[in-house]
């Protein structure tokens, strides 16, 4: 039986987007996004223009949460939520580009 850190890779690594949520900068309410994003080794990349928003908002206040969510009949279809710190990362870094290859 898988334990669940690798039940959480496996579904990770199943999917391609995810819900990410900031908390706005202006109006300090929530404000969620649908991006691409990467697993590797349980750090999450999300891809986004500098200029969006979201990553805007993350300047300020680094604290979001995202949700996957896989296709399924089941109601509620199967998800994962993970909230934590994000970190604003160059376009060139290595670590991402690899997650993404």
Do not use: W
Request: glycine share 2%; net charge positive.
């Amino acid at each position: 039986m898988l334990d669940i850190q690798q039940k959480v890779v496996k579904f990770l690594s199943s999917h391609a987007y995810c819900t990410i949520s900031t908390i706005d900068s202006e109006s300090n309410t929530p404000h969620s996004a649908l991006v691409r994003y990467a697993n590797h080794n349980l750090l999450i990349y999300c891809i986004s223009a500098k200029k969006r928003k979201k990553v805007r908002n993350i300047a300020i206040n680094p604290k979001v949460s995202i949700v996957v969510c896989g296709r399924s009949f089941l109601i509620p279809p199967r998800s994962l939520i993970i909230s934590g710190e994000a970190t604003i990362l160059e376009s060139d870094d290595n670590n991402a580009i690899k997650a993404f290859t």
